[in-house]
């Protein structure tokens, strides 16, 4: 267990809905990762936060937004969604503003139908 | 040319066996390398981290890295069935906090 919580584990959804994904990063971590992870693409850095900044953004489309709160967890959502939007959807969380350093959580798997 | 590339496999190796497991990049700013293990439905976990160029062990495994040929390389010895798992290469640059990138992925059975 890496001490970084995701929930759902699970969500199926319609296409044109929207979810939100919650991460709740280690005990002490002040930076947390997204990242999407499916078969044609492989693992994709979405965005980083640091204390409750904006850290770095990958790949994240404009129908996703993530914000890292007080507390530090962090909640990914994602609105109109696609069916190629289907994917596990992992969290990271690292002390530091170094992902080399990052512990993944479980993840949740989103299907859209 | 994807900036990573891993092959998918699937491999299988006997139990007792040296698996080798690579990437190759085309990226040559990359300076930080990793190898991570991803069990079924689970998340990535750090297996080995190595900065710039050459060799890292850490008891059966052992990483190496070869900038010239933009290759990396992660060594299984003495392989177990508990091993069995999708082997992840990731990889960034030396500024800043530039994101990892990932091979996809490949995925290992080690046969009891």
């Known amino acids: 267990d890496s001490g970084v919580t995701q929930t759902p584990k699970h969500l199926i959804t319609a296409t044109g809905q929207r979810v939100t994904l919650r991460c709740s990063p280690r005990s002490g971590d002040l930076s947390v990762y997204w990242y999407q992870q499916s078969l044609d693409q492989g693992l994709q850095f979405l965005i980083q936060y640091y204390n409750g900044e904006e850290r770095a953004k990958g790949n994240i489309l404009e129908r996703f937004s993530a914000q890292q709160f007080p507390d530090l967890h962090s909640e990914l959502n994602l609105s109109s969604l696609e069916l190629g939007d289907s994917a596990l959807y992992f969290c990271a969380s690292s002390v530091g503003r170094r992902n080399t350093e990052a512990f993944f959580g479980q993840g949740t798997r989103l299907t859209v139908v | 040319q994807k900036e990573v590339e891993q092959d998918p496999g699937p491999l299988s190796v006997p139990e007792g066996a040296i698996v080798s497991l690579n990437c190759t990049y085309s990226?040559?700013?990359?300076?930080?390398f990793m190898w991570y293990r991803q069990y079924s439905r689970k998340g990535p976990e750090l297996l080995m981290y190595t900065y710039s160029s050459g060799n890292k062990e850490d008891g059966r495994f052992t990483a190496q890295v070869d900038k010239s040929s933009k290759y990396i390389s992660l060594f299984i010895r003495d392989s177990q069935p508990s091993d069995s798992a999708t082997y992840l290469c990731?990889?960034?640059?030396?500024?800043?906090?530039?994101?990892?990138?990932f091979g996809k992925g490949t995925r290992l059975s080690v046969i009891a």
């Open positions: 990731a990889m960034r640059g030396d500024s800043g906090n530039t994101p990892l990138v």
């Open positions: 990226n040559s700013a990359f300076q930080y």
